[in-house]
């Protein structure tokens, strides 16, 4: 799933800053677009999960995505979350509107996405997206 995610995204974008919401302890996706030169940088609520990700070599950054701090966000080509939970993603989405950056979304099979993402199926995996052209 995580070298699909990555693949999908080198094909949408050529290079950039990305951001992971909601790492956790999965840091597979963001290590891979860091691998094909992607700017990644991966946020967490929980300071251990980023602690944890700097010591792998990743750009991490603690902040709640409930009250995000925007500037974290600024200049991003695009951000993604994997399997949020259904509280985040309304937020999530809100977050992509306020600062017109597409959002992916790959949910767990059975969470509810927002409405207003559409479906893509990249060679089998489940990614909803919401761009500002989706308005």
Do not use: H
Request: net charge positive.
């Amino acid at each position: 799933m995580y070298e699909k995610l990555a693949e999908y995204f080198a094909q949408k974008f050529k290079r950039g800053k990305i951001i992971e919401i909601g790492i956790g302890f999965n840091f597979k996706a963001a290590l891979k677009l860091k691998e094909m030169g992607f700017d990644v940088v991966v946020i967490d609520w929980n300071p251990k999960a980023v602690e944890r990700a700097k010591e792998i070599g990743l750009n991490a950054i603690v902040d709640d995505i409930f009250n995000p701090r925007l500037e974290i966000y600024k200049q991003a080509k695009a951000m993604y979350s994997i399997r949020p939970t259904p509280e985040m993603m309304p937020y999530l989405l809100k977050l992509a509107k306020t600062i017109k950056v597409p959002l992916y979304i790959v949910p767990f099979s059975t969470d509810a996405v927002p409405i207003e993402m559409r479906l893509e199926n990249y060679r089998g995996l489940v990614i909803y997206k919401w761009e500002a052209k989706d308005i």
